[in-house]
C-alpha cells in the first residue's frame, strides 16, 4: 500500500512518452505544439491597406496637393502599375498598395471631383493606415513557440501565416474495460441483484472533458480467462482503464489477469478514500489503470490520477487546481488521504453530505475534489485545503 | 453605433430560445439538464454488501454466537431463501443481502473453520457494511434538479439510476459564412494580392471550445447576389456568423445582402474596438453576427458577444470572467471600448505588445482579453480590470 504522493509520482515516473503526431490545423484545437513554427513568409504578405481610403505618395502630396485618382484596387487584386506622383488609387481594407504609394487616407477624410481628391486629415503622416509588409511574422522567423496551447486565435493566427498542418503532442489511445457479473445497461428492465452500469458512462464523460474518445469500451463478465482476453486485446493501447474486480474477493480477478498478461504492477492499493484498491501497472509502454467498480471511487480515480497521467501525453494541463478555506469543521480518520466532493463558493468551500463512495447523488453535484491529509484528522472552518475543480 | 453595453443587452434580449432536446446519456456531458429528473427506482436497488464478507442478522448472532455458512451470494446474483437465525452467506461487495441479513461483517473480520465462522470485530454494528435499498434515491423523488450541469459524475449517477435519456437544453445550429474575395486557403501557392484565409479555423476552434460543431462553413465572393444566396441558404441555422464586408466600402456588401434577406438590422457599428463595424441582426428565430474580415475582431466578437448568445440556448455558461489588477500602465483613447490581448499572472494581467487587430501574433499566445471602458483614457497598475478568460 503506498500513500497518494508516491502512488501520484509512480505513475507521472512511468510517462515516459514524447509521441508527436502532425495534424491538419481543423483537428489541433486544445492540442499543445511540439514543434516551433517558423514563418514561411512576411505576414502581411505585401504592404496593405488598413482601411477604405486612397493610397498615395505622402511625400509627393505635400499636404495640400490635389491627387489625380488613377484606378481602384480591390481586397484580392493587385496592381502591377508604379504609381506616380501626385497619384493616387482608391483602395480597399486588405488591398496591396500600388508600388510607389506609402499612405493611406479614409475616405471620408477626402474631397472627390471628377477624378482628384482634396485630402482634409490634419492627422495623416507617411505610413498611416498602412499595415507594413512583414510586420506581423518575418519569414525565417519564429511565429509560435513550442509548447503553446492551441487555442482558437493559436489556430487562427496560424492559419492566417499561410500554415495547414503542425506538430502536436499526440492524444493517448485510451481503451477501457469494464468487468461485473452484477451490471445491466440503464433502461433496460431490472432483474433481481442487478445493478445499472455507469462506469462507462462516467468514464467516457470524463475522457470527453479532456477531448478523448476512448476507442473501444467493451464489458466482461467476472470470469479470468474472459477478462485475460478482453486485457490482451486491449495491450495496444497507451492507457487501459478496467474498473471493477481489484480487490481481494474469490471474484477480484483483475490484478491476477493482469499479471497472466505480464503486465508489471506498479502498485496497488492506495492509502485513501475512496479507491483503496486502486492498482496501476504497465506494460511496457501501456499504462495500466485498474479501479475499484465503485462509481465514485473510479471518477475520483480519474481527476486525481488518470487525468494527469493524461496530461503527460498531451502536455497539457486539464483540471485547474488551488487553494480554499473551508466553509465549516471536518473530521476524518487518520491513516488515509480523503477526497471528498465539494462544492465551491465564492470565497470558501464546502464539504457536501452523503461522501460514501458508493452515493453518487453528491458527486452528481460536487464542483470539486477536497484533499484532505493522510495523517490529519481535524480541520476547522477557514483552514485551507487544495483542491481540484472537476467542472 | 451603440455602445458595447447596450449591444451586449440587445443581443441577450433577442436570444428568447428554450429549445430542448431528449438525448441519450451518452450524448450530454457538458449539457445542462432540462427537466427535473425523478428517481423511476430506489437506488441501491436492494440492500446490497458495501464489502466481502458474511451476510448475519445481528440480533440472532448476538455478539458471541458461531454462525453457519449457508452458502454464498456473488453480486449479480440473487437468493430467494430466508437466511435461518445463527447461519451467515458469505457475500461479496455489490451483492443483496438475503432476506433475515442486516449485517455484513468483512472477510478478514472472520475466523473459518469448516462450514462455520467465529466474528471479531469489536466495531460491528447493527446494519454495518450494508448500503440499505433507497438510501441514494427514492422511487418517486427528485433525483436530480433541472438546470444542473451534466458533468461526468453527475452522468455516472444517472446512468446508476437506470436513466439512459434526458432532456437538456439543446444546442444551437450554427452556420459560418466567409466573404472575401482576396482569400485563398493556408497551405496554397501564394499569388499577387491574395491573402490567407484564417477566420474559418479561428472560429470553428472557438465553436469546438464550446463543444459545437458549425454545421457549415460556406465561401464566398465579394459579389451582393452570392452573398444574398449563401444567406438566404443559411437562414434555417439558430445562429449565423458572417464575416467580411460589413464596413461601408464599395466592396462591403455583407450589411445590404442581409437586408435584401429581410434580416432584421438590431444595430450595425459598436463603439468598441477592435470589431467597430460588427452587426447584429434577426431573422425570426436566427440570429445573425456579421462581423469584420479582420481576424482579431473576429474572435474578440466571438468571445464577447457570441459565445453569451450560446449560453442562451445551452444555458452554460462558457468562459471564466474576473477582475485583475492591471500589471502596467495603459493609456487609451476615450469613446470606445477596447479589448486587449491580456496575460494571467499569478496575481495581474498584463497587456500584450502588438494590440492592432490585424496582428494576431499577440492573440495567439493571450490567455484573456481585458476590457477597459470607453469613456476612460488612463488606467494606472494595480486599477482593477474585467477580463475573460479564452482558454
Not at 502591377?80 to 504609394?101: N, Q, R, S
Request: hydrophobic share 40%; with cysteine.
Amino acid at each position: 500500500m503506498v500513500d497518494v504522493k508516491k502512488a501520484k509520482k509512480l505513475i507521472i515516473d512511468n510517462c515516459n512518452t514524447a509521441k508527436v503526431t502532425l495534424l491538419t490545423l481543423s483537428d489541433v484545437h486544445g492540442c499543445i505544439l511540439a514543434e516551433t513554427v517558423i514563418a514561411a513568409f512576411d505576414t502581411p504578405l505585401f504592404h496593405q491597406s488598413a482601411m477604405d481610403g486612397y493610397a498615395f505618395s505622402f511625400d509627393s502630396w505635400n499636404g495640400e496637393n490635389e491627387l489625380h485618382v488613377a484606378g481602384e484596387i480591390q481586397a484580392g487584386t493587385y496592381s502591377f502599375d508604379l504609381l506616380k506622383p501626385l497619384e493616387a488609387v482608391g483602395i480597399f481594407t486588405g488591398a496591396p498598395l500600388p508600388a510607389g504609394a506609402d499612405t493611406v487616407v479614409m475616405k471620408e477624410k477626402v474631397i472627390v471631383n471628377d477624378n482628384t481628391i482634396a485630402i482634409n486629415d490634419g492627422q495623416l503622416t507617411k505610413g498611416s493606415n498602412v499595415r507594413l509588409k512583414g510586420s506581423q511574422t518575418k519569414k525565417g522567423e519564429i511565429a509560435l513557440n513550442k509548447g503553446q496551447l492551441l487555442t482558437a486565435p493559436a489556430i487562427s493566427f496560424l492559419a492566417g501565416i499561410g500554415i495547414d498542418k503542425v506538430r502536436v503532442f499526440e492524444k493517448p489511445l485510451v481503451r477501457i474495460i469494464i468487468t461485473g457479473k452484477e451490471l445491466i445497461k440503464p433502461g433496460s428492465t431490472i432483474t433481481p441483484g442487478k445493478t445499472f452500469e455507469s462506469n462507462s458512462f462516467g468514464l467516457v464523460a470524463a475522457l470527453n472533458q479532456l477531448s478523448i474518445s476512448p476507442v473501444s469500451v467493451e464489458f466482461v463478465d467476472d470470469v479470468e480467462e474472459e477478462i485475460v482476453q478482453a486485457i490482451t486485446n486491449s495491450l495496444d493501447a497507451d492507457i487501459l482503464i478496467l474498473t471493477g474486480g481489484v480487490s481481494v474477493g474469490d471474484y477480484d480477478f483483475a490484478a491476477n489477469a493482469l499479471g497472466k498478461c505480464s503486465v508489471e504492477k506498479i502498485f496497488h492499493k492506495v492509502k485513501q478514500k475512496p479507491g483503496k484498491t486502486f492498482y496501476f501497472g504497465r506494460y511496457h509502454q501501456t499504462l495500466v489503470f485498474a479501479l475499484p467498480g465503485n462509481p465514485g471511487a473510479v471518477l475520483t480515480c480519474f481527476y486525481e490520477y488518470i487525468a494527469p497521467a493524461i496530461s503527460c501525453f498531451t502536455r497539457r494541463e486539464y483540471l485547474y487546481k488551488c487553494k480554499m478555506p473551508m466553509a465549516e469543521d471536518y473530521k476524518k480518520k487518520s491513516g488515509l488521504t480523503y477526497f471528498l466532493k465539494g462544492k465551491m463558493n465564492f470565497d470558501e468551500v464546502s464539504v457536501l453530505p452523503d461522501q460514501e463512495s458508493y452515493l453518487m447523488s453528491s458527486f452528481a453535484i460536487s464542483d470539486c475534489l477536497i484533499k484532505l491529509d493522510e495523517e490529519r484528522e481535524y480541520y476547522r472552518k477557514g483552514d485551507m485545503v487544495e483542491l481540484i475543480k472537476i467542472t
